[in-house]
């Protein structure tokens, strides 16, 4: 199994995205890269989407990550090519 995919569902999508540990304020964060088309219904305005959105992530021995442990989610968009 791949350590850095992670499976992405939304309430009314779902697909992959790859998952980067990046240096937060005091704490473990990380970002996942997805397609548009994954979160297009999620709104970037909601500070917290966590109850949106399961996120399957798994730690370097493949157990999978209880979502009891992410604290919080917010989603950011680049440009998007959207017709």
Do not use: W
């Not at 970037?44 to 021995?61: A, H």
């Amino acid at each position: 199994m791949m350590k850095n995919l992670v499976f992405i569902e939304t309430y009314s999508r779902h697909g992959s995205g790859i998952i980067f540990p990046c240096k937060g304020k005091d704490k473990n964060s990380y970002i996942v890269i997805t397609n548009y088309h994954v979160v297009r219904d999620l709104k970037e305005s909601v500070s917290d989407i966590k109850d949106y959105v399961n996120l399957e992530i798994y730690d370097n021995q493949g157990r999978s990550i209880e979502k009891e442990y992410i604290k919080n989610i917010e989603i950011a968009y680049g440009e998007v090519f959207d017709k």
